[in-house]
Nanobody, 118 residues
């Protein structure tokens, strides 16, 4: 069973940094793509970053240059290093897994709150 657990959220001042972690269960295949999404109050969930099984990465324009997604291997957490945080980065951050060859992210974590104060 694929399960994902997020951690690392919290309250930070604008300009600060946070590192989120997404820990996949042992049954999560190494070929799966892991993505980070976020949902701000009153807004739709939006894509932030992803990393494939072969460690290719992609970022939303809104976070490019400030956020870095990384993973050491398929059995270690997927990290989202967030620097130069802005109040508009405030949201619940979710990690998700997409099976190899699939179009959609099928597995989701419970989310972790990130709040950036001005």
């Amino acid at each position: 069973q694929v399960q994902l657990v997020e951690s690392g959220g919290g309250l930070v001042q604008a300009g600060g940094s946070l590192r989120l972690a997404c820990t996949p269960s042992l049954r999560t295949p190494s070929s799966y793509t892991i993505g980070w999404f976020r949902q701000a109050p009153g807004k739709e969930r939006e894509f932030a970053a992803l990393i494939t099984g072969s460690r290719l990465t992609r970022y939303a324009d809104s976070v490019k240059g400030r956020f870095t997604i990384s993973r050491l291997n398929a059995r270690t957490p997927v990290y989202l290093q967030m620097n130069s945080l802005k109040p508009e980065d405030t949201a619940v951050y979710y990690c998700a897994a997409r099976p190899s060859g699939a179009d959609e992210f099928s597995y989701w974590g419970q989310g972790t709150q990130v709040t950036v104060s001005s």
